[in-house]
């Protein structure tokens, strides 16, 4: 089996009505990570300290693409 190699993304998304920081975790996350440890992340990266998002605010999200 093949070695695969992942590199880090990062975007900005728009919040949607009936988003929710769960909803975005289990949509962005790597396979490795916990819904929870993302959330944590998610926090992180946009200096939140609440886990209410609101509909029309931004959030810098992290993903991973394989190398190709």
Known sequence: KEDV???????SIEI???????SIAEEYKSEDVSV?????????????????????QHLVVAYQEVVQ
């Open 16 to 22: 949607e009505k009936g988003d929710s920081l769960w």
């Open 36 to 56: 929870k440890e993302y959330i944590a992340t998610l926090m992180d990266l946009n200096n939140i300290t609440s886990e209410t998002i609101h509909e029309g």
């Open 5 to 11: 190699e992942y590199e880090m993304y990062y975007k």
